[in-house]
């Protein structure tokens, strides 16, 4: 659905795309991480027609990104760009004017956006009345007005309270149930293990690794990561050293990583003579891989 080849853009002399490649299978949910200045926001722009690369391609659905792409793409940003004064229904049929859609069609396509995102009764609600949940999920009808193939939520989440968050990712799954290709740009790494197919880790210009959960768990050799809280921290490091286990940071946390599962009393007698305030295993996560990933690149 999506093919992005050896992509490039500078502005300057500052590389912000180190050519970047990636394919998004028609019907995934593809995760788009990375920090702050890693790329995202550009590649998104350059997606959308509105910046040009210096080198590489993009192509939706085997066509070169173009006049003739734009209806294929549909785009929630960031911020949520709804008018506020607006109804929710007005707000669509605004922007179906906008892409074109006739009367009928227009008509239509409100009625079933509203649906689909769960806003039939606020149809003559005012945007500006609605909660943030509820005007980002506006946003979301907004983008899927014209019935693109491939929509791109950028940070879909960020500022949501739990209970928003929720409604949001079950609302993304439905929409890739119907057939929809989705790239999810995030900072909240626990959202993009619940949502994505597959996940590419981006940091300065270029594609550190993708690949499902699974695969990226390759990365890190370790089967379980323990976390403990002692009186004597270059002990227990001395002590998981001995035994040949790798010590991170996560946080103020001192983590180990496990070869394999071990259980709660075969810990303790590895850690034995060690004050241990407080044990506690858990799987490897992708925010292990995460930052383990961008650290090495900064080593």
Request: with cysteine; proline share 4%; glycine share 8%.
């Amino acid at each position: 659905m999506l093919k992005i080849e050896g992509l490039v853009k500078r502005y300057g002399t500052r590389s912000v795309l180190k050519g970047l490649s990636l394919q998004i299978l028609e019907g995934e949910i593809y995760g788009l991480l990375g920090p702050n200045g890693a790329g995202k926001t550009t590649t998104i722009n350059i997606l959308s027609n509105l910046l040009q690369a210096d080198a590489g391609t993009i192509a939706i659905n085997g066509y070169p990104v173009s006049e003739r792409t734009k209806p294929w793409l549909g785009i929630a940003p960031q911020e949520n760009l709804v008018y506020r004064s607006l109804s929710c229904g007005e707000n669509l049929d605004f922007f179906g004017r906008l892409y074109g859609l006739s009367g009928t069609d227009r008509r239509r396509r409100v009625q079933y956006c509203l649906d689909a995102v769960g806003l039939a009764d606020r149809r003559s609600t005012p945007a500006e009345r609605l909660s943030g949940g509820m005007r980002r999920r506006l946003s979301m009808a907004i983008a899927l007005m014209h019935n693109p193939k491939l929509i791109v939520l950028d940070e879909p989440t960020t500022g949501l309270d739990i209970e928003a968050r929720y409604e949001l990712w079950e609302l993304i799954r439905t929409l890739q149930r119907q057939g929809m290709t989705v790239l999810l740009t995030t900072h909240l790494l626990d959202e993009a293990e619940r949502l994505c197919d597959r996940i590419g880790i981006l940091k300065e210009g270029a594609i550190l690794k993708e690949g499902t959960l699974t695969e990226l768990r390759t990365c890190i050799a370790a089967k379980e990561i323990l976390t403990i809280q002692t009186a004597d921290e270059a002990a227990a490091i001395a002590r998981a050293e001995s035994l040949g286990l790798p010590h991170r940071r996560y946080g103020s946390d001192l983590a180990f990583w496990l070869p394999e599962q071990w259980e709660l009393k075969e810990i303790i007698d590895r850690f034995e003579g060690i004050p241990l305030d407080a044990v506690a295993r858990q799987p490897v996560r992708l925010e292990h891989i995460y930052i383990e990933l961008t650290q090495q690149l900064n080593a």
